[in-house]
């Protein structure tokens, strides 16, 4: 297996989605080239850093008004089972 | 090495939030809305890179799914349904915004080499930890922001929101193996760019 071998199947490594076989072969790979090692660790870093970084919460007063709007503008329109009679009942008409 | 696993439990009254939901109860839809205006808003934030557009992009992903339930199927989950609903809303606010470049999910941008790793260098063990929440957030946002549409997308989609790779095909109408690409080079590139931020500087150049 080359390092280009392995990049290919990095994604899937990462998220556990390969046969035995395979990820037996990629292990072995990791055991003996340093760089591969150092890209997949910081790959899951990268992961991970993103995933608990909580980038772009939505704060708790935006979010009150953001329901607020939404709720007031679904009442307003068409209730989800009523549009298709309404439109039907207008092209009949 | 460890592996990277998504978690989203899907509570099993969901369905019936969405039944009553489509027989027109009001209160049973705002429970959806709580249920995943956060998700919602961090997608279209990730895609807009503009908090304005978010919040519009919010506003009208759930109106939009309220006016169409009736169509949803219930083939998939109703949040996969959703995010469908939200991308589409936040790429339009996009493409308003910066007309002058096509932007699409279909685009698959260079070749391989965009990817391949040009410096290999440990980072420290604790890398977050070597900055102030607040710098944090500003060296992830920046470093995302420069990743094309398409590949933040589904890097979002996937690996913040924590859908299946199959969930995100079928949220962006892309093939599984399509999926698959574009979140190698996004995961590959941030990567890249986060390295000279989080790199373990102890015995090295000591550069910044």
Known sequence: ?93 | MGTIQPTVAEPADELSLVHAAKAGDISAFEELVKRYDRNVFRIAQHITQNREDAEDVVQDAFLKAYQNLKNFQEQSKFYTWLVRIAVNEALMRLRRRRPERMVSLDEDIKTEEDSMPREVADWSPNPEQLYSQGELKEILGKTIQGLPPSFRTVFVLRDVEGLSTEETADALDLSVPAVKSRLLRARLQLRERLNKYFKNRTGGDGKK
């Open chain 1, 1 to 93: 297996m080359t390092c280009s071998d392995f990049l290919k199947e990095l994604t899937d490594y990462l998220d556990d989605s390969m046969d035995a076989q395979t990820r037996a072969e990629l292990e072995d790979h990791l055991q003996w080239c340093h760089n591969c090692y150092v890209v997949c660790n910081t790959t899951k870093m990268t992961i991970e850093i993103y995933r608990d970084s909580h980038l772009y919460d939505l704060p708790d007063d935006l979010r009150s008004r953001l329901r607020t709007a939404i709720v007031a503008k679904c009442q307003g329109s068409p209730c989800a089972e009523e549009a298709p009679a309404r439109k039907k009942s207008a092209r009949t008409e």
